[in-house]
């Protein structure tokens, strides 16, 4: 960006125009070539940044843009040869840096960005082929310009010259008139004078400088709405009052909704977002899942799509299934036709080379939505797929960057903003204002507007960049360059208002995440006088400067406002004083089995109930929290992975693995494991938390067969079903592992990728659940067939037991069993936790639902020694909690 845009006159019609590549390319007949495709050449080409590219290929490609660009504007004939690297080390780093630039940009040859192809072409010109005359308005360099900028600045005036000075004098009007500045003597005007230089002594606020604190982006565009129906109301010309509005699609929208609503028209105010594309989306989603591994949020992306062969219904249960983690539901498995091939081409994990994927592109085309209302986008897709197949033809292996550059959803160019001489100015928080006003509202004024925040460069250091320059006389931009550039984009931003000034700071992003105020409402702050009158110091913290309109009276506000009683429901006003809420029906019939009897409850269910009653009622009613965010390495996928592995590594009736065959088995085993249930760890960038866990699953696997071996055990069977009635249910559970011992004794196994200590405070206080169900389950057993059902006829003794994979300790209930790595832990582990799950199975049994307390997190944190996730991982519980009376505890005990 420049700050002091090349400008020319016609001396025909006396018009000012800004000198633009368009502009510059019909005059100077600059021939058409394509940009090169930097992702293809970097793909091809060996760099420093190869391993970044294999990792983050688009993150590589837009650092290595920044930087290539950089270097060819810093250049005074955008040419290689203006870059002499002999004088730098040959072996630093930055010589790599800048030979391997020097060699992406050799490779592109004619076809650079089209703006650097017009300025190169220019600079070189000698001028004698203009088809136009265009006199520059010269107004002096632009610091901020790099080389390159300056050269065609310098070019254009030997060709063109400069126009008259009465076209000078115009500019330089029009500009006044823009830039007027502030009132003298106004706390505007040495706000103003803060920004860039000292300041004398502060002052007191006099009105035409104000900070107003607001709860978010939708209430801070409601308060600018009404600031300026309250200007214009006052006979403030609705011309005269200025918005300097961020870049985010989300501030335009609400700007547009909260000033139609006021009665007040914006002018410049961008337009609407066009409609998406959906059918590209679908293709780019259905390409993306064949490179695998697929992200989850790309195959739930796909299975919402209408355009696939199945009902909304059926794609919302698909993408709801696939966030939790489970790809194979089993809704999948009554499908056929269309949706039963295209839903098993999506599941084959098997490498995709160009030629399968230009099938399986014709599959999806055949087995589309026959929905006439998507027959347009139907029509696009197959069009599209097409020419996909076209580009696919001439390769072996799909390039997929290259595949996902050409599938980049397209949208129509939103019209330019429209501008009309009576509407309030919206002005663009990344570009000069088009024209002055005597108020200006600046909108999310928060940290990293005001200057916008600046990144590091990932090729180049600072102690580079001098190092670069001092070798070559060049100068690359740096981070402070920036930052200066963005401050003084901001001084003339706020050097358009000469009356008043009115910054907005949301308290909160669409998150709900605390934001920090902007950098520039600390430079304001020195020229504020400090609250106290006999004071002579400015406001030390920027904080201080802003007034929260919701802590405020209303006859503090800065606008008219009036209360707008409550209609509808209101879930707070509605909680019972009780905090139960009655749903008169047993919640154990919300899920019924073919019989139409109440289906069975597992431990972790019953969990979920003994914590959180409602929790357990929104998963029974299938509406349970299910968040659509990048998969992530957790201790419940770990443990996952961990028991699948020893499933295997210790299968049934079958030797104990000796060393050799661990450490051949492990890798392979826990490959094919993350595969099946989290093949986003089989990519680059999880390297090191998959060593980790192979590292642990090894170290675990030793020690554990060592324990089994000490006791000379028998592993009977894995991955074992458990059936039985307990507490008035019916209930379902696996087990990780069923051992023998030879005295004919039975042990029941666990595994949890956990350490000893928790588990077995746990254990000793009583609120251990899970053992205690399995037990429950085994005394009165419903298994019909199986290993653990024929074990069970003989009533040998049963004892259950956990096993820590993370310090491979194990902690055992029941019969005591000496061997190597075995504690046993003696007394009633369940009891705590069985009284209160009797207690919420009544209330539950009775369409009662106790509420949760504010309280109960750090109950069962501290008492029950457990993680309450049914408390943590639902905002919606949380947003139902009541408070404690001061005679009651959190959960009865």
């Not at 294999?54 to 650092?63: C, S």
């Not at 706390?187 to 803060?194: I, K, N, V």
Request: with cysteine; glycine share 8%; proline share 7%.
């Amino acid at each position: 960006m420049t700050l002091d845009p090349l400008m020319t006159w016609n001396p025909t019609t006396g018009a000012l125009r800004p000198v633009v590549s368009d502009l510059l390319r019909e005059a100077y007949l600059v021939p058409v070539v394509p940009p090169a495709d930097l992702a293809a050449i970097l793909s091809e080409t060996p760099g420093p940044w190869t391993e970044s590219f294999e990792t983050a290929p688009r993150e590589t490609v837009a650092a290595v843009s920044k930087a290539l660009r950089d270097l060819m504007l810093a250049t005074p004939r955008i040419e290689t040869e203006d870059v002499d690297i002999s004088g730098l080390e040959p072996h630093s780093r930055l010589y790599r840096h800048v030979e391997a630039l020097l060699g992406v940009w050799r490779k592109m040859g004619m076809a650079l960005p089209e703006e650097i192809q017009v300025m190169r072409h220019v600079i070189g010109s000698d001028g004698r082929d203009v088809l136009e005359a265009l006199p520059i308005v010269d107004t002096g360099e632009d610091k901020f310009a790099p080389r390159a900028t300056t050269e065609l600045r310098a070019a254009l005036l030997r060709h063109h010259g400069q126009a008259s000075e009465s076209a000078k004098q115009l500019w330089r009007a029009r500009q006044a008139r823009i830039f007027s500045g502030a009132n003298d003597g106004t706390s505007l005007a040495l706000a103003l004078e803060g920004l860039t230089g000292p300041v004398g002594a502060p002052r007191d606020p006099d009105g035409s400088l104000g900070v107003w604190g607001v709860r978010d982006l939708s209430e801070e565009a409601d308060l600018a709405a009404a600031l300026c129906r309250g200007m214009i109301d006052n006979d403030t010309k609705a011309a005269d009052i200025a918005i300097l509005l961020p870049g985010e699609a989300a501030y335009a929208y609400h700007l547009g909704r909260a000033f139609a609503a006021a009665g007040v028209p914006l002018s410049g105010l961008p337009a609407p977002t066009p409609r998406r594309d959906i059918a590209m989306e679908t293709l780019l989603h259905f390409v993306l899942a064949l490179n695998k591994p697929a992200p989850a949020m790309v195959l739930a992306s796909l299975y919402v799509s209408p355009m696939m062969p199945w009902t909304a219904e059926t794609g919302a249960i698909l993408a709801r299934e696939t966030m939790k983690g489970r790809f194979e539901p089993v809704l999948a498995k009554a499908f056929d036709g269309k949706a039963k091939r295209l839903f098993q081409t999506l599941r084959d994990d098997r490498p995709n080379s160009a030629e399968t994927i230009a099938r399986k592109i014709d599959l999806l085309t055949h087995c589309l939505t026959e929905d006439e209302a998507f027959r347009e986008e139907t029509a696009s897709l197959r069009t599209r797929a097409a020419q996909l197949k076209g580009l696919l033809a001439s390769l072996d292996w799909p390039n997929w960057e290259g595949l996902l550059e050409a599938l980049k959803p397209t949208v129509p160019d939103a019209p330019p903003p429209e501008r009309f001489v009576e509407g309030v100015s919206v002005f663009q928080e990344t570009a000069l204002p088009w024209r002055g006003a005597k108020h200006l509202i600046v909108l999310g004024a928060v940290s990293g507007r005001y200057p916008r925040g600046a990144s590091a460069s990932p090729l180049f250091l600072d102690s580079e960049r001098e190092a670069f320059q001092q070798a070559t006389g060049l100068h690359l931009p740096g981070r402070g360059e920036q930052i200066s550039l963005g401050l003084e984009l901001f001084r003339r931003q706020f050097s358009v208002p000469s009356e008043s000034c009115t910054f907005l700071v949301p308290r909160r992003d669409a998150s709900g995440s605390r934001l920090a105020t902007s950098t520039v409402l600390s430079l304001i702050a020195r020229t504020v006088r400090n609250g106290s009158k006999t004071a002579t110091t400015a406001i030390d913290d920027p904080e201080k400067l802003v007034r929260d309109v919701r802590s405020l009276p209303g006859d503090a506000w800065p606008c008219r406002r009036r209360t707008v009683p409550p209609t509808g429901w209101n879930p707070v006003a509605q909680l019972p004083s009780d905090g139960v809420v009655k749903l008169n029906r047993n919640l154990f019939m919300i899920r019924q089995d073919a019989e139409g009897s109440a289906r069975r409850q597992s431990p972790s269910r019953l969990e979920k109930l003994m914590v959180s009653p409602l929790a357990w009622t929104l998963s029974e009613f299938g509406v349970d929290e299910v968040q659509w965010t990048p998969e992530t390495y957790d201790h419940i996928i770990a443990g996952t992975l961990a028991h699948e592995v020893l499933e295997y590594l210790f299968p049934k009736d079958q030797p104990l693995p000796d060393d050799a065959r661990l450490e051949e088995q492990v890798g392979p085993l826990l490959d094919a494991a993350i595969r099946r249930t989290a093949p986003f760890l089989s990519t680059a960038i999880w390297r090191i938390e998959r060593q980790g866990l192979e590292r642990d699953i090894r170290r675990d696997a030793r020690l554990w067969r060592a324990a089994l071996a000490s006791i000379r055990a028998e592993v009977l069977d894995n991955e074992i079903d458990l059936m039985g009635e307990a507490h008035g249910l019916n209930l379902f559970g696996r087990a990780d592992c069923l051992l023998r011992i030879p005295d004919g004794r039975l042990i029941i196994v666990d595994h949890k990728k956990s350490r000893t200590g928790g588990r077995r405070d746990r254990m000793q206080v009583g609120w251990d659940l899970q053992l205690g169900l399995y037990r429950a389950m085994l005394q009165r057993p419903a298994l019909k067939d199986g290993v653990l059902s024929r074990m069970l006829e003989n009533e040998p003794d049963i004892t259950v037991a956990y096993h820590l994979i993370n310090d491979s300790g194990i902690l055992m209930n029941g019969t005591p069993v000496g061997g190597q790595g075995f504690e046993v832990i003696d007394g009633d582990i369940s009891q705590s936790a069985i009284e209160t799950l009797k207690m919420r199975i009544g209330e539950v049994g009775n369409g009662l639902i106790r509420l949760n307390t504010t309280e109960d997190a750090a109950y069962f944190q501290k008492t029950a020694k457990l993680t309450p996730y049914a408390l943590k991982d639902s905002t919606l519980v949380a947003s139902f909690l009541v408070p404690v009376s001061s005679d009651e505890g959190a959960v009865d005990d």
